[in-house]
């Protein structure tokens, strides 16, 4: 069984950086989608960024954080970071992490979700 587990999360003011992690324990295969998503209160989970565990190069990211979040996965430590800079009150929700097999932009589709981690940024 495949558990994800985040951490990172918290307060800052607005400008500010914040690094989320993502452990990934249990067997994943060398190919996985892996993924963040955020969802704020009143509003549907959105993906921020994505990216395949073996083509590092190949991401996407939200147009409303290109230029400000880097994602990233350490196939080493079988972990996936998302590096958020020059945050925005904007940027305030829960976020999680997920993995699937396939990369979509539909959350319903992946399998296998982190607990979340709150990010809060103050104006």
């Known amino acids: 069984q495949v558990q994800l587990k985040e951490s990172g999360g918290g307060s800052v003011q607005a400008g500010g950086s914040l690094r989320l992690s993502c452990a990934v324990s249990g067997y994943i295969r060398r190919r996985y989608c892996m993924g963040w998503f955020r969802q704020a209160p009143g509003k549907e989970r959105e993906v921020v960024a994505r990216v395949y565990t073996d083509v590092a190069d190949i991401t996407y990211y939200a147009d409303s954080v290109k230029g400000r979040f880097t994602i990233s996965h350490d196939n080493a430590k079988n972990t996936l970071y998302l590096q958020m800079n020059s945050l925005k009150p904007e940027d305030t929700a829960l976020y999680y992490c997920?993995?699937?097999?396939?990369?979509?932009?539909?959350?319903?589709?992946?399998?296998?979700w982190g607990q979340g981690a709150q990010v809060t940024v103050s104006s």
């Open positions: 997920a993995a699937h097999p396939v990369c979509s932009q539909d959350a319903a589709v992946y399998t296998f």
